[in-house]
């Protein structure tokens, strides 16, 4: 069955634009970190807090391919991480599988997460300083991870309908 699966760095707008376009198509829409915390029966910080990154990162390639395997057509998105561990990049260009990076700036980046960071362990108590340098250098490592998505549709300065326009062409 078909996945659309979103990906790319937390804050790029993966839940948000999922949710929307699966509004607009009618394909049931399924968060990856929010499968496993169901799962866990634990918040993705308290899956952090109580077994540690690489438990963590066991659960969420499990659940992936689980979602994968999965018989629904279904719009996936990703944990910003998710491309970066266990292979998990090569399932990107699965059968069946149309994976969209959405692509956003360090700025972009930074203006959404600054705010909105105590949810997500890996930046929540860094200062203003600290999280520009962490996300600069983190985007770079991962941009080689992001880049196996089949399509890139880049985000900054475009409202939600927009990006989900622009996933809607390539879907056609
Ligand atoms: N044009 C836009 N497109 C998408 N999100 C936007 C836009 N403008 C503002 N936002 C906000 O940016 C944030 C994006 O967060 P969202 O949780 O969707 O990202 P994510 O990629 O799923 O992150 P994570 O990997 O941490 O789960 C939301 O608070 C959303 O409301
Ligand atoms: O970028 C990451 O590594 C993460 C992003 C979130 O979606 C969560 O999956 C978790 O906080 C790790
Ligand atoms: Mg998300």
């Known amino acids: 069955m078909k996945k659309i699966i979103l990906l790319g760095y937390m804050g790029c ?11 607009i198509t009618n ?4 968060d990856l970190d929010k499968c496993i915390e169901n799962k866990a029966n634990l918040s993705i910080n308290e899956i952090f807090e109580q077994f540690g990154e690489i438990h963590f990162r066991k659960l969420e390639h499990e659940i992936f391919v689980e979602l994968l395997q999965s018989s629904e057509n279904s719009i996936i998105g990703l944990g910003g991480g998710t491309p970066c561990y266990a292979n998990n990049h090569e399932l990107l260009k699965s059968d069946d599988v149309t994976s969209v990076y959405l692509k956003a700036s360090i700025d972009t980046l930074y203006e959404r997460l600054v705010h ?8 929540a108590n860094m200062n203003e300083e600290e999280m ?14 992001y880049n196996h998505a089949q399509h890139k549709v880049t985000v900054d300065n475009k409202t939600i309908e927009e990006t989900v326009q622009d996933i809607l062409e390539i879907l056609a």
């Open 13 to 23: 707008g993966k839940s948000t634009i999922a949710q929307n376009l699966s509004k």
């Open 27 to 30: 394909i049931p829409f399924l």
């Open 116 to 123: 909105n960071k105590s949810k997500r362990p890996l930046i």
């Open 132 to 145: 520009r340098e962490f996300i600069a250098k983190h985007l770079f490592d991962r941009s080689y991870y």
